[in-house]
């Protein structure tokens, strides 16, 4: 296998570059990437309607359904998208990999894996707030509030603060599949690698600049597919023939969207930030050059 040869050409572009490379990934692999995205949301999806779909048939509570789908959302995206982040990896160098291949590896992952994803970027803990909330039909107003707006959003902002600081564990652990931890100082394990990935110097000021400014694109992105999916149900009148209201579950789709066209971009940018601080195109040109020498010896 040539490793200089990638789908994507090796070397650095600015933020706009990045985002605009996105979305011709996103047409490229488009059949691919949805049903990936279908296979991690969904679980998601059919939770947060248990726990908080009373909030959408609820006309008191009707408007916060937005804000709690919104919140959870944003707290489940990266776990949700890791299948299509291993495919990105795969296809980077194999063209098109089989979609039940990186299933299974993706299902594979350690239980460091999912403790990370779930248990410190708050997914978990989002989750069983969410829980909690359902519950508050029976308590006042005011205690309900408080999980609307003080405890669901101080545990999504702690996860998302991680996430934006660390943004590339998921390719470290499922793409470069680097050891937990080692003795030894020469290995790289996944605590020196994702140090040296995220904590070079001006890589902080970096992630996290990109981190907010990819929080509100998708918050952009997700209100334009809304406001696309209401006007498609306008022009074929799928609401006028229906005694129920979709408005909601369009918003959900439409987040859901959105979260994937970012994970196509953080992938892109892991990409960039290998480039930048690695060398990555040398390392792959001496890598290819290895190979081939190798085989000329045998």
């Known amino acids: 296998m040539d490793f200089s040869k990638t789908f994507i050409s090796i070397r650095t572009r600015s933020a706009f570059q990045i985002y605009d490379l996105a979305i011709l990934v996103c047409v490229e692999y488009f059949k691919p990437l ?13 939770l947060d309607c248990w726990l908080i779909g009373w909030l959408a048939t609820d006309y008191k509570d009707f408007r916060f359904f937005y804000w709690v789908m919104f919140l959870l959302v944003v707290s489940q995206a990266q776990i949700a998208t890791t299948f299509m982040t291993h495919y990105l990896g795969q296809a980077m160098f194999f063209g098109r990999p089989k979609i039940s291949t990186t299933v299974k590896e993706v299902l594979r992952a350690g239980f460091y894996f999912h403790w990370l994803h779930g248990g410190v970027r708050m997914v978990v803990p989002v989750l069983i707030c969410c829980f909690f909330l359902s519950r508050s039909i029976e308590l006042g107003a005011a205690d309900r509030y408080l999980y609307l707006f003080l405890y669901l959003p101080a545990l999504v902002a702690f996860g998302l603060a991680f996430r934006m600081f660390r943004p590339f564990v998921s390719e470290i652990l499922l793409l470069e599949k680097t050891p937990l931890r080692s003795k030894d100082e020469t290995v790289v394990c996944f605590h020196r690698r994702s140090t040296s990935l995220h904590y ?44 129920w209201s979709y408005a909601a579950w369009y918003w959900l789709v439409a987040l859901w969207l959105s979260v994937g066209f970012l994970c196509v971009a953080r992938f892109l940018f892991y990409i960039d930030t290998r480039i930048r601080q690695e060398g990555w195109g040398v390392e792959l040109r001496m890598r290819s050059e290895s190979r081939r020498i190798s085989e000329m010896v045998t």
């Not at 991690?40 to 999806?45: K, L, S, T």
């Not at 981190?211 to 406001?227: D, H, P, Q």
Request: avoid cysteine; glycine fraction near 14%.
């Open 34 to 46: 949805i049903g990936l995205l279908a296979i991690g949301a969904f679980p998601f999806i059919l």
């Open 200 to 243: 070079r110097q001006g890589a902080v000021d970096w992630l996290f600049g990109q981190g907010v400014v990819s929080l509100l694109l998708g918050l952009f992105l997700g209100l334009a597919f809304y406001a696309g999916l209401l006007q498609l149900d306008k022009i074929l009148n799928i609401q006028a023939n229906s005694e």
